[in-house]
Every structure is written in structure tokens, then in C-alpha cells.
């Protein structure tokens, strides 16, 4: 009788914080569940046992999730689906009239339809099978390799075919045509002003005559030239660029040996390479040398200011870029500045620690996004929102990976905090919700150990909740403008 009355008081006692919850205006129960309203947008959150689901509305979007399992986001007014399976691994996307599946980034599948009417559908096996079927004709393609294909705007080529590969592939980018024959040895080339061919590495020569084009602005402008060769590839190479401009480059190459380069902007000699280099830059104005290159070097003159002893350290500058390093990689600085844009970025061991600012020198607006592998990420937008994610074991190895932090990052992030200055609110969650504070300009709420203990603070003073009966304090407490 007593073992089995004692059962009884665990049970109910177990399923306490679940009644306390179900009783009160908002659902809180700490790791069982708790809903709460967004911090950082308009809309609300439930999330239940911990971070094994939960799902946000905000405007028209849902999102819901089972981390790391399923995820799945959807935007009615935009036309806009997202699915996620254990991403990377599998994932759907659609916006309007294409969607696309993928998985693991090699097999895909999916279809859209143009503005114009054009119906397509395509699967694709990275590289070796490409298909599509559209309703005009001549953008259809099929590819499978290494027996016959022909494929469009993949590989970066507008147009490839091929017959029982390597032994031939044709290729097209722009105007320009090549033939392969045993790809990568043979090849012949033609087609916009370019003629050429190779038998790799042995010999090769490729030539392009200048050419003239209209430009957006209705201005005749040069297309420059360029007549390259090699024999015994990378040993012996000739190659001439701009040509048809005021600044012909030529450059000679005998490699290890020496590797001169002269045009009228710009001088470049290097002996028994990497042991010396010398750069003579006319157009941005400095004198460089290295000693070997690049571990050593150092570089003065208005366009750049430079002292490398790699990897121990070394800081250049010049009109609007700045990079430091000590103990590469231990420490490493970088910044562009321009009356546009200011970004700078310091790290350390890659990214162990890192420290982005991206700023608008104009008007002062900037974001910054701190990271500490695997301790937390902080970050804040445009708005001036932040949020902090501690520990955080992916985001920084990817930064700003949507699809990291809405399916992964629930499971490790054990501390979240959220401040949004527009709405002057916050939010603290510890142990997904087993303490959790929400602060707003009206009130202030406070909930602990699956909500058995709860607190709210507004204009009336602050009120006391424990478990489930209220207990206000006999003197009631002002609201504090939080």
C-alpha cells in the first residue's frame, strides 16, 4: 500500500509542471514545453522537450522543426516551401513556380516554368548524368557519362557534347569553340577571334585578335588580345596580353629558372624561383621584393607599404586595405576601407575565433558577428537585433547558414539570448527553457524548473506563482522600465 501510494506521488508530482502550465495564460513548462513571443520580429514560438521540436509563426511564415530530423519553413504570400532532412543531406526548395531536391549537394531533381511559358523539368548526378525536359525544344538535353551527352550551362560552359569520353567533348563559352580528343591532351580551338590548340604538356599555342564591342553606354571600347604558347608545359611559356591596348603585358617564362614580365604599367622579374622576386608597379605606385617569396618580402612606395617574415609576421597597407598577422595563423587581421564600405575581420587558427564588422561609413550602420569555437556565437544585423548562441559547435565553421541554425544549432545551443532595441525586448532561455526570461516594456516574466516558479512584473507590481497558486508579495513593487 505504501509502494504503491508513493508511485502515486511521483506520478503526479512528474506530471505537475504539465497541469501548472496547462492552467496558466502562456504555456510554461520549461523543457516539457513553453510557448513565448517572438524577441528579435512579430510572432510566437512553441518549443517542447527541450530542443526535440518546436515550432515559430511570424507574419505569414511557419516554421517547424524535429532537430536534426526534419525542418520545414513555408511563406504562402511569397510562394516560398523549404525542406530539410538532416541537412545537408536531403533538401527541397521552392519559390513560385521551381522547386528543387537535392541530396548531399550530387543528385538533384526538380522543374519551373519561365515567365515567358517555358515548362522544364531536370535531374541532375554531379558530373556524370544531366537531364532536362522543356517544352521548347531546343533547351532539352541529356548527358550521361562516359557515353554520349549533350548539356547546357553546366561545368562552367554554356554547351558541352560528348562521344564516349575522353576520347572526344565539344565545348562552347560565348563564341569561342573547343574540340577535345582524349581530354585534357589534344585539343583544337576557334571561334570569336580565337584560334589554337595543344598536344599537353608537350606543345600549344592559342591566339585572339583584339576586338572592338559597344558598351551600356553606347562607347566603342577595345577588347584586348592575347597570344600564348608553352612547350614542355609549365617549363617554357610565352604569353602576351592587353593586346591592341596602351599597356601590352609579355611575359617569359623558364621555370625554375627565371620568369620576366614587362608592360608599361607594371615589371616583374623572378630568379631561380621562389628565392628572388622584384615588382616594379608603375600604376599603383610601389617597389616590391622577395626573398624567397613568400616568406619574405617587403614592398614601399603611395600605392603599397609592406614587411612579410612569414610565418612570424607581416602587416601591408595600401589605399583602402590593411592585413596584419603574428604567428600565422594565430592571429590574422584584415580590413577594406573605402567611402562605401568598411569591413574588417580579425581571427585566430581560422576559425577557432573569429570577429566580422561589416559598417557603412556614411550613415554609421554596421553588423558584427563574433564567434569562439565551440563556445558562442554573438551577432548582430542592421537593426541593431542580437543574439547569442552559447555553445555553438557548427555556426563557426559556416557562418550565416540558415539552414545550420534553424535545424542543428538547437541541439547544443544550451544558453540563447535575444535583444531587440526597437521593441526595447529581450529574451534569456537556459537549458532550453528550464529558466527562461521574457522583458518587454509592459512586463517582465520569469519562469524556472518546468514553470513551478513564476514570476510577472508590470504596472500593478510583481506577481508570484508557486506551483500553480499565486502568491504576491504584500507590498507591491513598482514596474522597472526593463
Same mark, same amino acid.
Given at each position: 500500500m505504501i509502494r504503491r501510494r508513493l508511485q502515486c506521488w511521483l506520478f503526479a508530482l512528474g506530471c505537475w509542471p504539465l497541469a501548472v502550465a496547462l492552467g496558466s495564460d502562456l504555456f510554461e =513548462?520549461? @523543457?516539457?514545453?513553453?510557448?513565448?513571443?517572438?524577441?528579435?520580429?512579430?510572432?510566437?514560438?512553441?518549443?517542447?522537450?527541450?530542443?526535440?521540436?518546436?515550432?515559430? !509563426?511570424?507574419?505569414?511564415?511557419?516554421?517547424?522543426?524535429?532537430?536534426? +530530423?526534419?525542418?520545414?519553413?513555408?511563406?504562402?504570400?511569397?510562394?516560398?516551401?523549404?525542406?530539410?532532412?538532416?541537412?545537408?543531406?536531403?533538401?527541397?526548395?521552392?519559390?513560385?513556380?521551381?522547386?528543387?531536391?537535392?541530396?548531399?549537394?550530387?543528385?538533384?531533381?526538380?522543374?519551373?516554368?519561365?515567365?515567358?511559358?517555358?515548362?522544364?523539368?531536370?535531374?541532375?548526378?554531379?558530373?556524370?548524368?544531366?537531364? $532536362? %525536359?522543356?517544352?521548347?525544344?531546343? %533547351?532539352?538535353? @541529356?548527358?550521361?557519362?562516359?557515353?554520349?551527352?549533350?548539356?547546357? %550551362? /553546366?561545368?562552367f560552359r554554356d554547351e558541352l557534347r560528348t562521344v564516349a569520353f575522353p576520347f572526344y567533348l565539344w565545348s562552347r563559352k560565348g563564341e569561342v569553340e573547343t574540340d577535345n580528343y582524349l581530354f585534357p591532351f589534344f585539343h583544337l580551338r576557334h571561334g570569336g577571334s580565337v584560334n589554337g590548340w595543344q598536344l599537353f604538356p608537350l606543345v600549344g599555342r592559342e591566339y585572339k585578335f583584339p576586338t572592338t564591342r559597344t558598351n551600356v553606354a553606347d562607347e566603342v571600347e577595345v577588347v584586348p588580345g592575347y597570344n600564348r604558347s608553352f612547350v614542355l608545359w609549365p617549363f617554357f611559356t610565352t604569353d602576351d596580353n592587353n593586346l591592341g591596348t596602351t599597356n601590352v603585358e609579355r611575359l617569359r617564362i623558364s621555370f625554375p629558372f627565371y620568369s620576366i614580365q614587362r608592360s608599361p604599367a607594371r615589371d616583374n622579374t623572378t630568379l631561380l624561383w621562389p628565392f628572388f622576386t622584384y615588382t616594379d608597379d608603375r600604376e599603383k605606385g610601389f617597389h616590391e621584393w622577395g626573398m624567397p617569396y613568400p616568406f619574405i618580402g617587403w614592398a614601399r612606395g603611395p600605392g603599397k607599404h609592406a614587411n612579410r617574415f612569414w610565418p612570424i609576421w607581416g602587416k601591408a597597407t595600401n589605399s583602402i586595405q590593411q592585413s596584419d598577422f603574428v604567428l600565422w595563423p594565430v592571429y590574422t587581421h584584415n580590413?577594406? /576601407?573605402? &567611402?562605401?564600405?568598411?569591413?574588417?575581420?580579425?581571427?585566430?587558427? +581560422?576559425?577557432?575565433?573569429?570577429?566580422?564588422?561589416?559598417?557603412?561609413?556614411?550613415?554609421?550602420?554596421?553588423?558584427?558577428?563574433?564567434?569562439?569555437?565551440?563556445? @558562442?556565437?554573438?551577432?548582430?544585423?542592421?537593426?541593431?537585433?542580437?543574439?547569442?548562441?552559447?555553445?555553438?559547435?557548427?555556426?563557426?565553421?559556416? #557562418?550565416?547558414?540558415?539552414?545550420?541554425?534553424?535545424?542543428?544549432?538547437?541541439?547544443?545551443?544550451?544558453?540563447?539570448?535575444?535583444? %531587440? #532595441?526597437?521593441?526595447? =525586448?529581450?529574451?534569456?532561455?537556459?537549458?532550453?527553457?528550464?529558466?527562461?526570461?521574457?522583458?518587454? &516594456? =509592459? !512586463?517582465?516574466?520569469?519562469?524556472?524548473?518546468?514553470?513551478?516558479?513564476?514570476?510577472? $512584473?508590470? =504596472?500593478?507590481?510583481? /506577481?508570484?506563482?508557486?506551483?500553480? @497558486?499565486?502568491?504576491?508579495?504584500?507590498? /507591491?513593487?513598482?514596474?522597472?522600465?526593463?
Open positions: =513548462a520549461g @523543457f516539457l514545453g513553453h510557448s513565448f513571443p517572438l524577441t528579435l520580429e512579430s510572432g510566437n514560438r512553441q518549443e517542447y522537450l527541450g530542443p526535440l521540436y518546436y515550432r515559430q !509563426e511570424s507574419g505569414d511564415s511557419v516554421l517547424w522543426s524535429m532537430p536534426p +530530423f526534419f525542418t520545414w519553413y513555408g511563406n504562402p504570400s511569397l510562394e516560398e516551401v523549404e525542406y530539410e532532412s538532416l541537412y545537408p543531406l536531403l533538401t527541397y526548395r521552392r519559390f513560385g513556380t521551381e522547386s528543387r531536391w537535392q541530396f548531399l549537394q550530387l543528385f538533384s531533381f526538380g522543374g519551373a516554368s519561365t515567365v515567358d511559358g517555358e515548362v522544364k523539368s531536370k535531374a541532375n548526378i554531379w558530373p556524370l548524368f544531366f537531364y $532536362q %525536359n522543356s517544352s521548347q525544344p531546343t %533547351n532539352s538535353y @541529356f548527358w550521361l557519362l562516359p557515353f554520349y551527352g549533350r548539356v547546357q %550551362n /553546366h561545368l580590413r577594406v /576601407h573605402t &567611402p562605401a564600405l568598411d569591413r574588417e575581420r580579425t581571427r585566430s587558427l +581560422f576559425f577557432a575565433y573569429s570577429d566580422s564588422r561589416v559598417a557603412d561609413p556614411q550613415t554609421g550602420i554596421s553588423t558584427r558577428r563574433v564567434a569562439l569555437w565551440p563556445f @558562442f556565437t554573438w551577432q548582430r544585423d542592421l537593426s541593431g537585433r542580437i543574439r547569442l548562441n552559447a555553445l555553438s559547435i557548427v555556426e563557426p565553421l559556416v #557562418p550565416n547558414n540558415k539552414s545550420v541554425e534553424r535545424s542543428w544549432a538547437p541541439l547544443w545551443s544550451i544558453y540563447r539570448r535575444e535583444v %531587440n #532595441p526597437k521593441t526595447s =525586448a529581450s529574451s534569456d532561455s537556459l537549458l532550453w527553457n528550464l529558466w527562461r526570461r521574457d522583458v518587454n &516594456p =509592459a !512586463e517582465r516574466r520569469t519562469s524556472l524548473l518546468f514553470g513551478l516558479v513564476r514570476t510577472r $512584473q508590470d =504596472a500593478s507590481g510583481r /506577481h508570484w506563482r508557486w506551483f500553480g @497558486f499565486p502568491f504576491d508579495r504584500a507590498s /507591491h513593487e513598482p514596474a522597472k522600465t526593463p
